[in-house]
């Protein structure tokens, strides 16, 4: 079985490529939000120009949702993290539309928001601090018999 992995949260470091390269010998296929800052914030300009900031976040929200809504249905497991250096708000709202559609998920952060993100950890399947170890999950539970 090939398993679709999702992979959420924080853009501003290399975790998605330290799991997709350790990873490389299983199994899985991974997908993302769109990563790209400026991209991501601009997707509604496709639209037309909107005339205030909220309208313009409000756009791209809606299209980028169109990306992440479906291939959050279409994973098998999603990987969520979160930085200590921004408020992935998104991220957990992924997590939440992990949860309300009963799919699994790790959650990925440092020991240092353990109590913010009590919650969304409660609801996950595991709760990795690095990416190392989300390699080893993923290994687990897509090759052992």
């Given at each position: 079985?090939?398993?679709?992995?999702?992979?959420?949260?924080?853009?501003?470091?290399?975790?998605?490529?330290?799991?997709?390269?350790?990873?490389?010998?299983?199994?899985?296929?991974?997908?993302?939000?769109?990563?790209?800052h400026a991209a991501s914030?601009?997707?509604?300009?496709?639209?037309?120009?909107?005339?205030?900031?909220?309208?313009?976040d409000h756009q791209s929200?809606?299209?980028?949702?169109?990306?992440?809504?479906?291939?959050?249905?279409?994973?098998?497991?999603?990987?969520?993290?979160?930085?200590?250096?921004?408020?992935?708000?998104?991220?957990?709202?992924?997590?939440?539309?992990?949860?309300?559609?009963?799919?699994?998920?790790?959650?990925?952060?440092?020991?240092?928001?353990?109590?913010?993100?009590?919650?969304?950890?409660?609801?996950?399947?595991?709760?990795?601090?690095?990416?190392?170890?989300?390699?080893?999950?993923?290994?687990?539970?897509?090759?052992?018999?």
């Amino acid at each position: 079985m090939e398993w679709n992995v999702y992979l959420s949260g924080e853009i501003h470091t290399d975790w998605r490529e330290q799991i997709i390269a350790g990873a490389e010998d299983l199994p899985v296929n991974f997908a993302s939000a769109v990563t790209d800052h400026a991209a991501s914030d601009a997707a509604g300009d496709l639209l037309r120009q909107p005339e205030s900031g909220y309208w313009r976040d409000h756009q791209s929200a809606r299209v980028n949702a169109i990306r992440t809504k479906t291939l959050i249905e279409q994973c098998d497991i999603a990987v969520v993290r979160f930085g200590d250096k921004y408020k992935q708000w998104n991220a957990a709202f992924d997590a939440g539309y992990c949860a309300a559609l009963d799919k699994p998920y790790i959650t990925l952060h440092d020991e240092s928001l353990i109590h913010a993100l009590k919650e969304v950890d409660a609801a996950a399947m595991a709760w990795a601090e690095t990416p190392k170890q989300v390699v080893e999950l993923l290994r687990y539970v897509t090759t052992k018999a």
